[in-house]
Every structure is written in C-alpha cells, then in structure tokens.
C-alpha cells in the first residue's frame, strides 16, 4: 500500500519570498507522483506531475517539483511566490502499474501568502 | 467543456435522510472516483469504478453506496446520513493509465444535522 505525508499543515510566507511544500511517500513499488492546487472554494486542479524521466518537473505558473527516489521525497518549491498562490497544495502517489487508478493524497498545505 | 459536472453543490440533511450525488464526466474517460475531503485529512477515496459495469470500495466505504450508470455517470449513495458524514465530497474521472492525473468536480458540501 501507498502513504503520503506532507509534512506541513500550514505554510505562512512573504509575498515575493521563496517556498517550499514538503512531501514524504511510502512504497513498496514505483509510483507516479502529482501535486494538485486547491483555490478557496473550488475544486482540485492539476500543477504537475511526475511520471517518469527527467526528476525535475515544472508547472506553467513557476512551480516546480524534484522527484527524490533515495528520500523518497516530492517536494514542491517556488522562488517567488504571488498573493495568488494563496491555496491548499495536496501532494498524491499511486501505482505506477495500474492498480485501478488510485491517487492517494496527503493530507493537504495551506498556503498563506501575505503582502 | 463542461468536464466533471457535480449535483447538487450544497445540500443539508438531516440524519437518518437519504441522498444521491450526482456526477457526470463528458471527456469519455474510463475511470470515475468519489473522495470526501475534511479538514487535516486531505481526500480519502470512498469509492471507485475503474470501468463502466464495475465498482469496489476505497478507503472509507462504510454508510455509502454507488451506482456506474454508464460510461458518463457515477453517483454516490447515503442511505440514511449521520453527522459524521458532514464532508465535501468531490467526484473525480481520468482516463486510461492515470498519467493525466484526474479532472475533479467543484465538489458537494453537506452537512447532516
């Protein structure tokens, strides 16, 4: 079975400052790894993934992510962050050999940016 | 472009009431999910249909059912709703394979009092 950790609930920075979202997983088998954005009162919506390849992947807004396979870490960073980027960041894994799709999430980073 | 279509978007029960949530997906995708989302616990998976005709429980099945009407729809059952089940709950469709990730409804907030 597949865990993630994200290792904080909530993240409070500075506009303009850099940011890191950590996430942790467990598994016993390889994995694809997301991060998905969560906007006040919407629902989730895609910022990247990674599935195979190159460690590094990137958002169109600036986001990136670094897939670490000895840590078994995905963490999530920006060198800059917006007001806009104020919003819940939920880290997720699944199977790499379809087990019937199953995203399994951590439990969510709220991220506060302030002005 | 419509994607994942959820019904309704806010509903509040009382406990012991039934309810149906609706969701459709029009991206022709195979697989269909329902998750609840509560606070500092992130989505857990309620159930799942990996395909049209089949469904099997996820994480926290217990006081819900489902129903993969056809390829497009996908609806959650609460027999008779408890205030535990105060949730958002999100319906989620993605193609074969997984690698686009899932598209997610705007989600249904209930709350059972």
């Known amino acids: 079975a597949q865990s993630v950790t994200q290792l904080d609930s909530q993240v409070p920075v500075f506009e303009e400052a850099p940011v890191e979202l950590r996430c942790n997983y467990s598994?016993?088998?390889?994995?694809?790894l997301f991060w998905y954005v969560q906007y006040p009162n919407q629902g989730l919506q895609l910022l990247l993934k990674?599935?195979?390849?190159?460690?590094l992947v990137e958002s169109i807004n600036g986001f990136e992510a670094e897939f670490n396979k000895s840590q078994t870490s995905f963490h999530l960073r920006k060198p800059s962050v917006h007001i806009s980027d104020t919003a819940e960041y939920f880290c997720?894994?699944?199977?790499?050999?379809?087990?019937?799709?199953?995203?399994?999430f951590g439990q969510g980073t709220e991220l506060s940016v302030k002005p | 472009n419509a994607g994942v279509t959820q019904t309704p978007k806010f509903q509040v029960l009382k406990t012991g009431q039934s309810m149906t949530l609706q969701c459709a997906q029009d991206?022709?995708?195979?697989?269909m999910y329902w998750y609840r989302q509560d606070p500092g616990m992130g989505l857990r998976l309620i159930y799942y249909?990996?395909?049209?005709?089949?469904?099997d429980k996820g994480e926290v099945p217990n006081g819900y059912n489902v129903s993969r009407l056809n390829k497009r729809e996908f609806s959650l059952r609460l027999e008779s709703a408890a205030p535990s089940q105060t949730s958002v709950y999100f319906c989620?469709?993605?193609?074969?394979?997984?690698?686009?990730?899932?598209?997610f409804g705007s989600g249904t907030r209930l709350t059972v009092v």
């Open positions: 598994s016993s088998v390889s994995v694809y």
């Open positions: 997720a894994v699944t199977p790499s050999r379809n087990q019937g799709g199953k995203l399994i």
């Open positions: 990674y599935l195979s390849g190159s460690t």
């Open positions: 989620a469709s993605s193609g074969t394979g997984i690698v686009y990730g899932y598209t």
């Open positions: 991206m022709n995708h195979n697989s």
């Open positions: 249909s990996a395909s049209e005709g089949t469904t």
